[in-house]
């Protein structure tokens, strides 16, 4: 791992005791310029981990807190009037900066959630007719309760399927818990407010790496067939997409890039295919696995499917 990105893991998992799966995934969602979704029961440090590796790029960063009564203007702007000039002027929202923290996506209604899907897919707002860019590289880091549903609106699956990625965290175990408690008890400060940080123009030319880590016709036809297999699964209600297969293509290459590797191998597909599958495959009420058999499903996938 470059030393810019082992600095970014180290701070993340440093932050956040026992987040060294979340924060790899972190770091593959950065390299593949994509968005992220953080699901896991409240007080776990979902939060904490976002915002923990917006701050440490060296760019503009938003946090909106999503509640019931957000509107779209909060989150995208608006044009107010400016008298002495006689012009409307345009108020950019929180939405136009490097990083945006979207804090309990799932509390806002799905006409806000919706507002997202333009400036998610295409980089830009229209606002007033007029279509405003977002400045590269754009990123939005969602977190979402995977409990306590009262008051929440599930994201609808064009919303969903936007995420390149789904970073599940869970409660860590006793020994890791104990250590959390020492680091707030004062035992462990760490001060990294005088921490280098990576600039925006270098992260933009990781990511251009990472797009060019070679990837084979096998490999392409691999990927293919996960995809595949994942749409003849029986009980879902709806499938896996043509972007869902280019986001694991480039979900890979980040993962080839951080494992060192010449190009994408095989193992590079499947260490990320769970995360880049989970969120974007719902599973109806004749689906015999259980309620939370995403990933069960995602290894049947992958038995059934032969490697290269």
Known sequence: MRKELDFIYQRLTKTVIGSEEPAFLMIVGLLSDGHMLIQGAPGIGKTTL???????????????????????????????????????????????????????????????????????????????????????????????????????????????????????MTLPDRQTQSKILMLHAGKNESNDEDAELIDVDELIRLQSEVKAIPVSEEICQYITDLCEAARRQRGMLHSISARAAIALMRASQAVAYLEGNPAVFPEDVKRIVGPVFSHRLALGDDFDGGVNSSFGLIEEILKETKVP
């Open 50 to 168: 976002a915002e923990t590796l917006a701050k440490s790029i060296d760019g503009s960063f938003s946090r909106v807190q999503f509640t019931p009564d957000l509107l779209s203007s909060d989150l995208l702007g608006y044009s107010i009037y400016h008298q002495g000039k006689e012009v409307f002027e345009f108020v950019p929202g929180p939405v136009f900066s490097n990083v945006l923290l979207a804090d309990e996506i799932n509390r806002t209604s799905p006409r806000i959630q919706s507002a997202l899907l333009e400036c998610m897919n295409e980089r830009q707002v229209s606002i007033d007719g007029i279509t405003r860019p977002l400045s590269p590289p754009f990123m939005v880091i969602a977190t979402q309760n995977s409990i306590h549903s009262t008051g929440t609106f599930a994201l609808p699956e064009p919303q969903l399927d936007r995420f390149l990625i789904s970073v599940n």
